[in-house]
RNA sequence: GUGAGCAUAGCCGAGUGGACUAAGGCACCUGGUUGUGGCCCAGGAGACCGAGGGUUCGAAUCCCUCUGCUCACCCCA
């Protein structure tokens, strides 16, 4: 057994995977400057209180799911568990009201939750993150679910649909929730008992409870809809009417909901499917309440978060093969430690000539060459030996069973950029 | 935090008490071609069978503890 492994949760992405990422992140920008969006890094760790505020007792979020720590200056940090706590205080602090609104950011990076591992689900994790600040225009929450649509679309994933779903504002939902919590404690005899827990703690959350026994109470259980005011109601229909405006299928999905107080009205998810069965992609919705929370003025904000790790396990299960990866063009073998010498020589002036160029080490046989050539996937394996030293040539061998000639030495590297391709 | 399953070389994986100084495949290295890849053939290197303890004349194989991995629950900002 080696030494060290990588942490738990943790995972390397080896260049074999590679072509997955890379192909992730491509389309992820392309996407959010579609729809004019910029890209904003922030750090990846932060104030710990930064991602705290706004959390309330009860959930396992803030005392046990974050990395947080104490660094030398003794000041309390945490590693980034979302990017939206991040984004806002970017935005307060760099004065972002002062650009035109709303202000439109995505970031890629990882994030760190001290969960148990299991399936798409990892302490380090990789998401898309888009958000819109300074809106609270319906249309902006729709440009966000079109940015996810959009993304997973290019990635080429099949049956997208979102779910959606509104859970009111601080002006309504207290009335939801004292209703929820009636129906209930009607029913608290054949509830489970997390839901028990949860009607007194985070009532909202009962209404995805993936117990048996607590279907039929959901399915009766008040939707958040129905207690929507009338800002509320005017805002999520407006937001239904762009969604059929476009014609993609969407799903009121009653049970859809969020646990933290800051959310406000819009809930959504893009659900793609994969091994035949529908999984969530992305997550996402507004959240008008939590900038003021962090000390800025009031700016109502929508975004989604989509977890890249989740993605790449949805191409890998759709059989959706990513562009592969610029190969090395051209191989330069040798023999003899005159020819290696030129070998370093050519394979410079055709990197210099932005040819992608390798070569072998440690003097191997030039059948060993010449198979690590054919291993790298090169279109050319160009040979200097003795006799090439001599006459001042190069062989050049088509890796693609095309006949081998000779080249004068001075002549290659054009020979090279022109025979070659991209 | 709770529950279940699993743990043999880089990867896959056979072996469930004696003949295991642990099979096979992939990958790797060398040679068959004293200068030529992909196929084939031959050979080589690579494992103290997750760790520790116990039972036994004998343990990869049985028992205990630990660790790790996986899946689900919880949580999901």
Not at 99 to 119: E, I, N
Not at 121 to 135: D, K, M
Request: aromatic share 10%; with cysteine; glycine share 8%.
């Amino acid at each position: 057994m080696p030494t060290y492994s990588a942490p738990r949760g943790t995972y390397d992405i080896l260049p074999h995977d590679q072509a997955y990422w890379r192909y992730i992140e491509r389309e992820a920008h392309h996407s959010a400057e579609k729809f004019g969006w910029g890209e904003l890094d922030t750090p990846i760790f932060e104030d710990a209180n930064l991602f705290a505020k706004g959390i309330q007792a009860g959930t396992d979020i803030a005392d046990k799911e974050m990395y947080v720590f104490k660094d030398r200056g003794d000041d309390l940090l945490a590693l980034r568990p979302e990017f939206t706590g991040g984004v806002v205080r970017a935005y307060i602090e760099h004065g972002m009201h002062t650009l035109p609104q709303p202000v439109k950011v995505y970031s890629l990076g990882p994030t760190f939750r001290y969960d148990r591992p299991q399936a798409g689900r990892y302490r380090q994790f990789y998401q898309f993150n888009v958000e819109a600040l300074g809106s609270a225009d319906p249309a902006a929450d729709f440009e966000a679910m079109s940015v996810a649509w959009d993304f997973f679309a290019a990635l080429g994933l099949k049956g997208l649909s979102y779910q959606l779903n509104s859970i009111g504002d601080k002006q309504c939902r207290p009335a939801f929730i004292q209703a929820l919590q009636a129906y209930y404690r009607q029913h608290l005899v054949v509830i489970c008992d997390d839901c028990k827990r949860r009607v007194e703690i985070n009532p909202m959350r009962v209404l995805d409870c993936k117990n048996d026994q607590c279907q039929p109470i959901i399915a009766d259980a008040p939707k958040t809809v129905d207690y929507l005011c009338a800002e509320c109601a005017a805002h999520f229909s407006a937001l239904r009417a762009y969604v059929e405006s476009v014609g993609r299928p969407y799903t009121i999905n009653y049970r859809l909901v969020r646990g933290l107080d800051y959310y406000t009205r819009t809930v959504f998810e893009v659900w793609a499917s994969s091994l035949g069965s529908q999984i969530a992609v992305c997550g996402g919705g507004r959240y008008d309440d939590l900038a003021e929370m962090l000390g800025g003025k009031p700016t109502p904000a929508v975004g989604f978060a989509a977890g890249m790790d989740r993605i790449v396990l949805a191409l890998r299960e759709e059989e959706i093969e990513p562009p592969p990866l610029p190969q090395p063009q051209v191989l330069v073998a040798y023999q003899g430690s005159g020819a290696k010498r030129e070998a370093v020589k050519l394979a410079t002036q055709l990197r210099q000539a932005d040819v992608r160029t390798v070569l072998t080490f440690d003097n191997r046989s030039l059948k060993a060459q010449l198979k690590q050539a054919d291993r790298e996937g090169v279109q050319v394996a160009l040979i200097i030996g003795e006799q090439e030293l001599a006459a001042q040539q190069v062989a050049v061998k088509p890796m693609n069973g095309g006949e081998q000639t000779s080249v004068e030495a001075e002549k290659v590297v054009e020979w090279v950029t022109n025979a070659v391709k991209r």
